[in-house]
């Protein structure tokens, strides 16, 4: 059989460590379709970062407590700011929303003491709810072929900038897409992530001018890569 043929008949198993969106499960506090869509529609990715998650902020309403009780405030709005934008790239957003609140109040001096307690009442909450949906998780493919990531990318540079001159909001959204793809291609992540830090925060503030200017500074970056 050709193997053009192979690969088009409906016959075939999928391979073993193949995943599609019919195998994840019900995740309550989770837009499964936002998510998806965030991660260029690849279950596999999305699997992938959702157990991440899991393992890396499993204890994250403790780690901003001991944070805020030792006054730590900026490590603590590190912390916040860090969920905030993980979660929505999951398509948890009322999970990024309580992080949102979180972040913001902590900005305050002195800190409204009140405010933050009922604050963080409600993110242990909402994270607890949204770690419990990913215990039963299916387990993550070992590999999954990115074979458009690499296409993608100047298209979703090309968006985003569109999206940032006409200060368009699905610039956040075009942002996690172009993180996404970009992560997928590279060996090098780290040399990308401060660039990754800084326009997230711009975008998440507004600030679609000076996004703009770190925009210019994360392509050429990684046109260099292409050299």
Request: aromatic letters at 4%; glycine letters at 2%.
């Amino acid at each position: 059989i050709p193997p053009q043929a192979h690969r088009n008949n409906p016959d075939t198993p999928a391979p073993q460590n193949s995943i599609d969106a019919t195998n994840l499960p019900e995740l309550p506090g989770i837009d499964r379709q936002r998510g998806l869509a965030l991660h260029m529609n690849r279950p596999g990715l999305y699997l992938k970062s959702l157990h991440e998650f899991a393992r890396d902020y499993a204890n994250l309403d403790q780690r901003l407590e001991q944070a805020i009780s030792k006054q730590m405030h900026q490590e603590a709005v590190r912390l916040a700011h860090a969920c905030k934008s993980l979660a929505a790239s999951l398509g948890a957003l009322n999970l990024s929303e309580a992080a949102r609140q979180l972040e913001q109040t902590l900005g305050h001096t002195p800190l409204p003491q009140a405010k933050l307690s009922d604050q963080l009442a409600n993110f242990r909450s909402t994270l607890h709810t949204v770690l419990a949906s990913l215990k039963d998780l299916p387990e993550a493919p070992a590999t999954e072929p990115s074979p458009d990531s690499a296409t993608q990318i100047p298209a979703l540079f090309s968006a985003l900038r569109n999206d940032l001159k006409c200060a368009n909001a699905s610039s956040e959204t075009r942002f996690a897409q172009l993180k996404t793809a970009l992560k997928q291609v590279t060996t090098a992540e780290s040399e990308y992530e401060k660039i990754f830090t800084d326009l997230q925060a711009l975008i998440d503030d507004v600030e679609y001018e000076q996004a703009l200017q770190q925009l210019k500074q994360l392509q050429e970056q990684w046109e260099k890569t292409l050299q």
